[in-house]
T-cell receptor, first 118, second 110 residues
């Protein structure tokens, strides 16, 4: 399956600062990437769909000005958590979908980024 | 109503046991179905896709019942290494979203 790399794997930051998380598709040109968030003992919740060369599509309840997504190339999408607060502490995971036409096939995930906001 | 529902467990079973999980989905037009495995504090990893005809991969068997809108995962001869959370994933009819169940936790004990 597709190989997805995410960086950093763990980050601790102070409240009010911004944090950037990178997601790279290493062997697959991804026009679309998905960003998920997972709180402890809960399932993955889709935050937004990142589209190469255009604006991301955000899920209801996700603030686009707080979670900035940039998908500048077919292999890189970034998520920036702006003005982070302790309640933003979570496990953020990106994924790509492999398959013909980009809309069928399984999801493959990056290793995830664990954010702790102090 | 949630798109995908799973029993959170935990299922505590001895090594060698057979264990089965079910997952129900709400949208009858859903197209694709998957089981993922997630270890603690790690990303989900694809365990197997679920086909209409059912599929088997070693000790793992997945079944789809469209009439009742559920999928199942059967694990035979459980190993300690099978301990994990198993996520049921359903792809929306228009292909652009995946819905995750909350996961079923399995603990295989010696």
């Amino acid at each position: 399956g597709a190989v997805v790399s995410q960086h950093p794997s763990r980050v601790i930051c102070k409240s009010g600062t911004s944090v950037k998380i990178e997601c790279r598709s290493l062997d697959f040109q991804a026009t679309t990437m998905f960003w998920y968030r997972q709180f402890p003992k809960q399932s993955l919740m889709l935050m937004a769909t990142s589209n190469e060369g255009s604006k991301a599509t955000y899920e209801q309840g996700v603030e686009k000005d707080k979670f900035l997504i940039n998908h500048a190339s077919l292999t890189l999408s970034t998520l920036t958590v702006t003005s982070a607060h302790p309640e933003d502490s979570s496990f953020y995971i990106c994924s790509v979908q492999e398959g013909a036409g980009g809309n069928t096939g399984e999801l493959f995930f990056g290793e995830g980024s664990r954010l702790t906001v102090l | 109503r949630k798109e995908v529902e799973q029993d959170p467990g935990p299922f505590n079973v001895p090594e060698g046991a057979t264990v089965a999980f079910n997952c129900t989905y709400s949208n009858s037009a859903s197209q694709s179905f998957f089981w993922y495995r997630q270890d603690c504090r790690k990303e989900p990893k694809l365990l197997m896709s679920v086909y209409s005809s059912g599929n088997e991969d070693g000790r793992f068997t997945a079944q789809l019942n469209r009439a009742s809108q559920y999928i199942s995962l059967l694990i035979r001869d459980s190993k300690l290494s099978d301990s994990a959370t198993y996520l049921c994933v359903v792809q929306a009819p228009n292909f652009n979203k995946f819905y995750f169940g909350s996961g079923t936790k399995l603990n295989v004990k010696p």
